[in-house]
């Protein structure tokens, strides 16, 4: 029997133990903040048991493709498995804020740009040889829109699996019309297209699995070399899918369509604002396929359908669902510093014309290839007075910076010199748990962090969400908002899917977590302060009524398990 004393002592280190996980725990956003409600207490049990219970039986059944499904596994692999999950069902309801790290070209859905596509009579394709049975997942489609006056002769069109065809424009329509039906008829043609528009998992996974490096101060013509082929590596297949369809969103009759449809299907998630990324030297030509759109007119169509939108939700009484959207100018890293200087006079002249639709300026491109921040020190230090002498409101840096599995490489240093230039937010910032400093002042100023799980792991810088770095900013009380970066290539329009990911990888993370999640991509928008109040307003509302759902959800689903808790 054990002495008074024992007991005693145990009960001592129990409480001094508690004391200490409180203390751990104390700067994450779901115990910092104040105590919950009734109803979030009761969302926050709910879906905790739910997630138990799908653990131990959605995920820990037997899948044939499948040898090895765990919760926040490979996203690629574990897909038609997310989508069988009820707490998945659940997420998708959630009203998810801002969804604030995304790029233009790949926000959309590829099977409804390639519908989008069928429609054109303008769009043509091509291929670098026959298609046939042998080369059919290794030789891409080229898209290109041509004027009606280019539009080869139908009578003498032979199809892409034809043994007369040698690398000729066809039309799209015609060419999936005529596709060999031993490789699938129109469907295969489907595929073979959807097939390069997307990453799938046994390149992610296989393949292509690696991000290994290659020159640090690549050439123009070898970027666009990568962008033209699939290579060995999944930055190399994630760029070439950009050659594949970026021609067929530039174009006017398919470029206003498709932007109206990826802002309509963010909206249907629960995304309520959206920053959108889009290149200053982004090139668009019109109906007839030869005039080539100025920036201003391109930028015109963008606004118009934000208000075609704005519209038509008021009218509807939905104007809480829909606040808007903005964009986030962007420039690759490879270009000159004087070419960057140029853009950043192109950024002003916008914001002069277009000052609600701008959000910011970043330079993308993969960190770990391109220039670093530190080579366009030079121009990015002048943009502040660039900025006063032109008389425009701040345009905030929202710098890409530690999208690297790297420790003291450029890639990894371009977050010292993100957070010195002053971004107001750091996309990825995969590498930022390795720098103490770098942290505390991100807590100090306030940056908050864009973080897209899905890219992440399709992009091989992590294996799986348990290996992320997000739940690690949680815990050290970093502002963390989730973003899907490039939904179209890994097939997860919206942010439910990222949302998911991070719930079910993580025992910590509850609902209550990524509802400050959500509140947080408000709160670290670009938005104005007033719109920032109605985005918060109608944002609480939303949440109010999921909660409910919730609870309501959780007593049906969970009736046949303990439920004394939930009464």
Partial sequence: ??????????????????????????????????????????????????????????????????????????????????????????????????????????????????????????????????????????????????????????????????????????????ARELFDPQLGGPGGFDRWVLAAMTINPSEAYGTHNTVKKVMLHISVQRFRSLIATVGFQIWEKFASTFGVYERIV??????????????????????????????????????????????????????????????????????????????????????????????????IALKKEFPHLIAGFDLVGQEDVLQPLIYYAEPLLKFRQMQQDAGVDEIPFLFHAGETFTDGTEADMNLYDAILLGTKRIGHAFSLLKHPKLIEMCKEREIAIEVCPISNEVLRLTSSMHMHPVSAFFNHGLRVVLSSDDPCIWQCVGLTFDFY??????????????????????????????????????????????????AGFGREVLSAHDTTSFT
């Fill in 501 to 550: 990911q991070v719930l079910v990888s993580s025992e910590l993370t509850g609902i209550i977590q990524l509802g400050e999640v959500a509140k947080d991509s408000i709160k670290y928008s670009m938005l104005s302060p007033d719109e920032k109040q109605r985005a918060l307003v109608a944002w609480q509302k939303r949440w109010d009524k999921f909660l409910e759902y919730v």
């Fill in 250 to 347: 530039h174009y006017v009759p398919i470029f206003r369509e498709y932007f109206r449809q990826f802002l309509l299907s963010a909206i249907e998630d629960g995304v309520s604002y959206i920053e959108i990324r889009m290149n200053l030297t982004y090139k668009v030509v019109a109906a007839d396929a030869k005039t080539e759109l100025s920036t201003r007119e391109i930028f015109l169509i963008l606004d118009n359908v934000l208000k075609e939108l704005t519209a038509e939700f008021k009218q509807q009484g939905r104007e809480d669902e829909f606040i808007g959207a903005k964009i986030i100018i962007t420039a690759f890293r490879l270009f000159s510093v004087e070419i960057i200087e140029t853009l950043l006079h192109g950024c």
């Fill in 1 to 174: 029997m054990r002495s008074s004393t024992i007991v005693h002592e145990v009960a001592e280190y129990k409480k001094r133990r508690d004391e200490l996980i409180t203390q751990d725990r104390a700067l994450r956003a779901d115990h910092s903040r104040e105590p919950l409600s009734p109803a979030e207490a009761l969302a926050e049990e709910v879906i905790r048991k739910l997630k138990t219970t799908e653990a131990a039986t959605l995920w820990s059944a037997d899948y044939p493709s499948i040898p090895h499904p765990f919760p926040g596994m490979e996203f690629l692999t574990g897909r038609s498995i997310i989508m069988q999950s009820k707490l998945f069902e659940i997420l998708s309801k959630m009203p998810k804020g801002s969804l604030l790290h995304g790029h233009f070209d790949a926000m959309g859905q590829a099977p409804a740009l390639l519908d989008l596509a069928l429609k054109q009579p303008a769009v043509h394709v091509r291929c670098a040889e026959r298609l046939t049975a042998s080369n059919i997942q290794t030789v891409p489609p080229e898209f290109l829109c041509l004027p009606e006056d280019m539009y080869p002769d139908l009578a003498g069109s032979v199809s892409l699996t034809d043994a007369n065809y040698q690398h000729t424009w066809i039309s799209a329509q015609l």
